[in-house]
């Protein structure tokens, strides 16, 4: 029985690091896209993610900003 596209196991990584899914790191799939979801991102998350499904790979680089420092007078 061969698998769909949705079913195929992914593999995340950033920086060739295998990732675990769980309660800081989701995927979400849409329209045969794999979205990754970070809660709670910090300035350490940012660098290159990628995910392979079966012999499919691809990759995009994240930049995370600190929120600028605003004071009211």
């Keep these: 029985m061969k698998r769909t596209w ?3 196991k992914k593999v995340l990584e950033k920086k060739e690091e295998k990732i675990e899914i769980g309660t800081r790191f989701e995927t979400v799939t849409k329209n045969r896209r794999v979205i990754l979801r970070i809660n709670e991102a910090t300035l350490e998350d940012s660098g290159s993610y990628s995910v392979t499904i079966g012999e499919h790979k691809s990759t995009a680089r994240l930049t995370v900003n600190e929120i600028p420092v ?3 007078m």
């Design 6 to 8: 949705r079913e195929s």
């Design 70 to 72: 605003s004071f009211k």
